[in-house]
């Protein structure tokens, strides 16, 4: 269904005597008495009283009167704004072709209308009648100066995001362009726009092949290569063959920043980090090239780098004044300082970090910025401290009271605090009761605070709300085998897990289990070393460490064991089988 109020909202305005008369420019209502040679007004007493009449319409909800009224009103006047009117009451009415023949009717009646023109397309648009928005289309473009008509062609692609029928949007699209194809200034433009519909219709070859076509137009243009950019992968060398082409003649920040983007996608940070450090260097004023640097060396451990690279990004990208209240903080400068933060925190200057957090302004991050805070407070022992900090982060959207009941949660369980969790989890249970996620928790925090028996009851009692939610006979199976109880069943049930996620090293992980508490060493063995190369865990290097002292093989248990350590120093698995198997962590 058409969203007309999303598409074009507009304040409901009675157009009353006064405003109908100024509009139609009159000189009855509201002429200074000095003018000379007034302009007579359009407006009689018949079409005021019509207008009177569909306002009146309006405000009972007699929408079809109301639209019919104002139409007629429109054409008989011959004004824009009595157009536009019609235009609002249909879509008021959420009647998409009463809108569309409005805007018609308006755009036939002033050709040259922008606005005209403009409602006319999104109309089209949220009704998605694609092949219909050519015309409209092209007379918005052929308004445009070459310049400001490639910046518009560049924006064409989004128009068309929310279309069902990508591919026909992109047919569409071309055939609207086809005079712009082999234009060097508004080519490259156009062929991107169309390789961006490919794209958004999984057409990754079309794609390219529309990038190539642009970029073969002028070699300079950056739009083309942005949009190769996107299509980066390793089964399309072309793709990064061209931007990197692209990079030994004279680029533009934007593509290098995209480059950078496409490559942490991809996990290759080192690569991106360099693209960071050339951009930086190539434009020291660029400031986002800074905040990514910052972020590629926090991740990298490199806290001095860091902290230098995010402070220059502050200076080039400065807070707004205490005193500009209604000025929104930017999301580059919320990201700034939550990495500050974290620089702080892991610097261990936690009163540094709280004050980086103190510093954002962000109603939409209050929630993170909190539970990062909430955490630091916990660091110092200020644990009830910190869970009131989350309980008093607003709400602001029905769904930001559950997201502070898990913030609060995993603050509890982070700091090993089950029992006041389970309790939580608890209260949360009974106000969510058909939320299996919360039930599900709960059920792995009654484990904790060795309540086994109500958690194989809530496991079966999410089995039984959704029979494909894997994780839970994985969880009562890996209990049963760590427990050595019931065996069988056990491998029943993390058996069903694996039909449901084939290969999961977590559930593999829970079969080995089994088949070690069952006497199968070798192939518990078999089983952990390829979970661990498949997820590299301190749960499945403790498990896989236990099997290998087991069997005699200790010096290759405890580099295991040393591997899990690297991965997570705090798990509390891994932690408790080196104390039980070697007498010390």
């Not at 969203?3 to 009675?14: C, E, K, P, Q, V």
């Not at 249909?90 to 002033?110: E, I, P, T, V, Y």
């Not at 009761?433 to 009654?446: C, F, I, K, N, Q």
């Amino acid at each position: 269904m058409l969203d007309y109020y999303g598409l074009m909202s507009r304040n409901n305005r009675l157009i009353t005597l006064t405003l109908a008369a100024a509009c139609l420019c009159g000189s009855v209502f509201g002429a200074s008495p000095t003018v000379e040679n007034p302009t007579n007004s359009n407006l009689d007493g018949e079409l005021f009283y019509q207008l009177l009449i569909s306002e009146i319409s309006v405000r009972s909800g007699d929408n079809s009167s109301a639209y019919a009224l104002m139409l007629n009103a429109a054409r008989k006047a011959n004004s824009p704004l009595l157009y536009e009117r019609a235009v609002e009451i249909a879509l008021r009415a959420r009647s998409g072709n009463a809108a569309l023949d409005a805007a018609k009717a308006w755009a036939h009646a002033f050709p040259l209308s922008v606005q005209a023109n403009r409602f006319q397309l999104q109309i089209l648009l949220g009704m998605n009648k694609i092949s219909e928005t050519q015309e409209p289309i092209k007379r918005e473009l052929a308004s445009l100066a070459p310049m400001e008509r490639a910046t518009a062609i560049s924006q064409l692609p989004r128009y068309f995001s929310r279309t069902a029928d990508k591919r026909l949007a992109a047919n569409v699209l071309e055939k609207t362009l086809a005079s712009e194809l082999t234009n060097r200034l508004t080519g490259p433009s156009a062929w991107a726009a169309i390789g961006a519909m490919r794209l958004q219709a999984e057409d990754a070859e079309g794609a390219l092949d529309a990038a190539q076509r642009g970029a073969a137009l002028n070699e300079a243009a950056e739009e083309p290569v942005l949009l190769a950019t996107a299509l980066i992968r390793p089964k399309a060398p072309a793709a990064e063959a061209m931007v990197r082409t692209y990079l030994t003649r004279k680029p533009t920040a934007d593509v290098r920043m995209a480059y950078a983007r496409s490559l942490i996608n991809a996990q290759r940070y080192a690569e991106a980090y360099a693209q960071t450090l050339a951009l930086t260097k190539e434009r020291p004023d660029f400031a986002d090239a800074w905040l990514m640097r910052g972020s590629l060396e926090l991740q990298d451990t490199k806290l001095a780098l860091a902290e230098s690279s995010l402070s220059t990004y502050l200076t080039l990208n400065p807070p707004p004044d205490d005193n500009a209240n209604s000025v929104a903080m930017s999301r580059g400068l919320v990201q700034a300082y939550l990495l500050l933060a974290q620089v702080a925190e892991q610097g261990q200057k936690l009163d540094a970090a709280k004050a980086y957090l103190q510093k954002i302004d962000s109603p939409a991050d209050a929630l993170q910025v909190q539970r990062r805070y909430a955490g630091i407070l916990a660091r110092q022992g200020k644990l009830e401290e910190a869970r009131l900090v989350i309980r008093a982060v607003p709400e602001l959207q029905a769904s930001d009271a559950l997201d502070k009941i898990n913030a609060e949660l995993q603050l509890l369980r982070d700091n090993r605090q089950y029992a006041a969790a389970y309790e939580l989890l608890g209260e949360a249970v009974v106000k969510y009761p058909a939320d299996t996620e919360l039930v599900y928790d709960l059920a792995m925090l009654a484990e904790k605070v060795g309540k086994p028996d109500e958690m194989e009851s809530l496991l079966r009692k999410v089995m039984l709300a959704k029979p494909d939610y894997h994780h839970a006979y994985n969880a009562l199976g890996y209990s049963l085998a760590d427990r050595n109880v019931r065996l069988s069943e056990a491998r029943q049930l993390i058996e069903k897990a694996l039909a449901f996620a084939p290969n999961d090293p977590f559930i593999v992980d829970s079969l080995a289990w089994v088949e070690f508490r069952s006497g199968n060493s070798a192939e518990a063995l078999r089983l952990l070393e390829g979970a661990f190369r498949a997820r590299p865990d301190a749960e499945i290097a403790a498990h896989l460490g236990e099997v290998l002292w087991a069997s005699g093989q200790r010096d290759q248990a405890t580099a295991i064991w040393k591997e899990g350590i690297a991965l997570n120093p705090n798990n509390e698995t891994l932690l408790e089988t080196m104390r039980r198997l070697r007498g010390k962590p």
